[in-house]
């Protein structure tokens, strides 16, 4: 009746599970007609779409992360998902601009203010980008995989099984298949997220139990702390929120959170609703942590195994099924991600840099070839799951990719002066200060100087010196910023006409039911708004925001502010 820790009720609950997202994704199939019904059908309602952005930006990985860096660091571990948090009001006011694109992908909006080249050159690093991430899912949610059942199931076989899983459906069913499956899956991780705290807290004897034992285990270190001086201070904090908000727009799957709506209100209410759920979530991934740290009495080796461990210490003991419960949220929190990048990266591919190259084929044509590329990303996110050492080392590449090229998509944003030429000088000169950053020789020139260890500009970890994370993301956002105006003003200016094009996007609301001939394009019915921009007489195009976005956005912020003081209050008492 059990292999391990596993009972016949966990894999019937198991069964059950992936019989019923294959059957959505078989019927989701049915709908789709044509390659832009499977990368962006606009149709979906306010509920759909927060959780669509709940399930999408939220999987196993994370509260791997979290809980890991918690059992090590305590509660300053939060962060690292907490590090979008300050930027979440934020998502008010970007939803409305990334609707009004009227965009397939990202890269069309690139090209809409730039040229084709900016356009390919983003969609190659968005592909990069769509690798690292799901590898980073598919090893943090195998390692909680490999550690809750016992080795039953090994990670190598976990990571095959869930990448099959996700591609089946989401190759047939599209974006659509992956919004309708979310919604399910979302509710799976919310289950995922405080499953195991009730029952390991009472074990260490509640908030209290743990305030007593674990400074007498963990000596030297303040682990109920929000900020800890040594690695995660408050410089650090706010470096890393200020990179995640600069980086959020170039997120590939982004357009698809917020474009997949029926109107700009389902996108605002979707991207910003469906994080702060997230946030919420987040809190029982670090409590979890730190309670494990009390539970184990720090004797876990590999901090990725901290969230597995705990599933298998407790849910078998409990109830038949419970375990089998807990890995369907798993595999659900990793696949409701999965499939929306891999259905992004194939709009990517084909729409951005195969149609370019070989045009006039037909719907169907491109169809197949969408479904292809999708494969080969999810395959090369295999291969970077099986390479990388930690899910914690693959969160931080991650952090380091979008903004790339973020900074030239804010230049074009407000400012039109910006150019091709700086885009691409933005881009290549983030990249190579990243490498740079990570070299040797500028490692110890940099330690040379006398301000060196006042300000931490390098730290030594695991007996390796490397540039401190807020500098280093600091100096590529500096110099690629430095670079694209440089660049601008060294090259000749974007054409007036396609710059009135663009920018006549961001001023036209949607309206329901429109219809769009060609991405990033304003119907030819539609009526374009005023231009109201701070600063009118000049170059920058810095948009006077109306009522309801200075509304959404101030209650963003109570929620932000709701968010830390409940969490303040709980480890308090």
């Not at 500098?471 to 110099?479: C, K, N």
Request: aromatic share 14%; proline share 3%; hydrophobic share 55%.
């Amino acid at each position: 009746m059990t292999t391990n820790v596993l009972h016949l009720a966990d894999f019937i609950v198991l069964a059950l599970y992936f019989l019923g997202i294959m059957v959505m994704g078989l019927w989701m199939a049915r709908r789709i007609n044509n390659f832009s019904e499977f990368v962006m059908p606009r149709r979906f309602g306010k509920v759909m779409m927060m959780m669509h952005t709940f399930g999408t930006g939220t999987h196993s990985d994370q509260a791997v992360a979290v809980a890991a860096k918690t059992y090590s660091n305590g509660l300053s571990g939060i962060w690292y998902q907490w590090l979008w948090l300050f930027a979440t009001p934020f998502y008010w006011l970007i939803a409305p601009m990334m609707r009004r694109f009227r965009a397939l992908t990202t890269a069309d909006v690139f090209e809409a203010r730039y040229d084709r080249s900016v356009s390919m050159l983003y969609a190659v690093v968005s592909l990069g980008n769509f690798v690292v991430s799901i590898g980073i899912m598919l090893k943090g949610s195998s390692a909680v995989i490999d550690a809750c059942t016992g080795r039953a199931w090994p990670a190598d076989w976990a990571i095959l099984m869930m990448t099959i899983l996700f591609v089946v459906y989401g190759t047939l069913g599209g974006l659509g298949a992956a919004i309708v499956t979310d919604f399910l899956q979302g509710l799976l991780t919310i289950l995922f997220s405080f499953l195991l705290l009730p029952f390991l807290l009472e074990a260490v004897g509640g908030l209290a139990g743990m305030r007593a034992s674990i400074p007498n285990i963990v000596e030297g270190k303040d682990m109920f702390t929000l900020v800890a001086p040594d690695e995660i201070s408050w410089f650090y904090v706010t470096v890393i929120a200020f990179n995640g908000l600069v980086g959020i727009v170039t997120q590939p799957h982004i357009m698809s959170t917020c474009g997949a709506g029926k109107t700009e209100l389902e996108g605002q209410i979707g991207f910003m609703g469906g994080s702060l759920i997230k946030r919420f979530c987040t809190v029982a991934w670090c409590l979890t942590g730190l309670s494990a740290v009390a539970y184990f009495s720090g004797n876990i080796t590999d901090p990725d195994q901290v969230f597995g461990q705990v599933a298998h210490e407790f849910l078998p003991q409990i109830s038949p099924g419970l375990l089998g419960l807990f890995i369907a949220a798993l595999v659900a929190s990793v696949m409701s991600s999965c499939d929306s990048f891999m259905i992004a990266s194939a709009g990517l591919f084909t729409e951005n840099l195969y149609q370019p190259l070989l045009s006039g084929k037909s719907q169907r044509h491109y169809l197949g070839v969408a479904r292809i590329s999708s494969l080969l990303v999810v395959a090369g996110g295999v291969i970077f799951a099986y390479w990388l050492e930690s899910v914690v080392y693959g969160l931080e590449i991650f952090w380091k990719i979008s903004p790339m090229m973020a900074v030239a998509f804010w230049l074009g944003i407000f400012w039109r002066r910006a150019t091709s030429v700086g885009a691409w000088a933005s881009t290549l000169a983030a990249f190579s200060t990243w490498w740079l950053t990570t070299q040797n020789f500028f490692i110890h020139w940099i330690a040379d100087f006398s301000m060196a260890q006042s300000l931490q500009l390098v730290v030594e970890v695991d007996n390796e010196w490397s540039v401190y994370l807020p500098w280093q993301m600091l100096m590529y956002l500096a110099v690629g910023l430095i670079a694209g105006v440089a660049a601008s003003f060294l090259s000749q200016s974007v054409d007036h006409t396609k710059l009135e094009k663009f920018y006549a996007l961001m001023r036209t609301p949607i309206r329901l039911g429109e219809q769009v001939q060609a991405p990033c394009t304003v119907p030819v019915d539609a009526k374009i708004g005023r231009r109201q921009v701070f600063c009118p007489n000049s170059q920058f195009e810095i948009p006077i925001p109306s009522a309801r976005a200075i509304v959404g956005f101030l209650v963003g912020w109570l929620f932000v502010g709701g968010i830390i003081g409940g969490f303040a209050w709980i480890i308090s008492t």
